[in-house]
Nanobody, 121 residues
Framework: QVHLVESGGGLVQAGGSLRLSCTASGSIFSINTMRWYRQAPGKQRELVAGISSAASTNYADFVKGRFTISRDNAKNTVYLQMNSLEPEDTAVYYC???????????????WGQGTQVTVSS
C-alpha cells in the first residue's frame, strides 16, 4: 500500500506565505509526476501545479509568479511554496502522485487527504 501525507496548511493573512509538503510512504518503486490540486467550497477541484520526474514544472495561470512547486526524490516529497496569498486561494489543497510499486509496473494515481489553507483579508 501507498500513503500520502500532507502538512503545512493553516490560517494566514493576505500577502502572507505558506509551504505545503506531501510525502509518500509504503511500497514505492518510483514516483513519476507529482501534482497539487485545490478545491474551494462549492467549486470543482482544480489543478494548481505539477512537476515531472525530470523536474519540469507547470502552473495554473492564477498562481504563476506566486507559487513554486519542487520535489525531493530522496524523501518522496513534493513541496508547494505559496507566496503573496490572496483570500481567493482559500481551499483544501490535495497532492496527487503517479507511482509505480514494482519495476516496470504501471503507474497508479494516489491522493493525499488534503490540507486546509485559509487566507484572511
Amino acid at each position: 500500500q501507498v500513503h500520502l501525507v500532507e502538512s503545512g496548511g493553516g490560517l494566514v493573512q493576505a500577502g502572507g506565505s505558506l509551504r505545503l509538503s506531501c510525502t509518500a510512504s509504503g511500497s514505492i518503486f518510483s514516483i513519476n509526476t507529482m501534482r497539487w490540486y485545490r478545491q474551494a467550497p462549492g467549486k470543482q477541484r482544480e489543478l494548481v501545479a505539477g512537476i515531472s520526474s525530470a523536474a519540469s514544472t507547470n502552473y495554473a495561470d492564477f498562481v504563476k509568479g506566486r507559487f513554486t512547486i519542487s520535489r525531493d526524490n530522496a524523501k518522496n516529497t513534493v513541496y508547494l511554496q505559496m507566496n503573496s496569498l490572496e483570500p481567493e486561494d482559500t481551499a483544501v489543497y490535495y497532492c496527487k502522485f503517479f507511482i509505480a510499486t514494482t519495476p516496470g509496473g504501471l503507474l497508479y494515481a494516489y491522493w493525499g487527504q488534503g490540507t486546509q489553507v485559509t487566507v484572511s483579508s
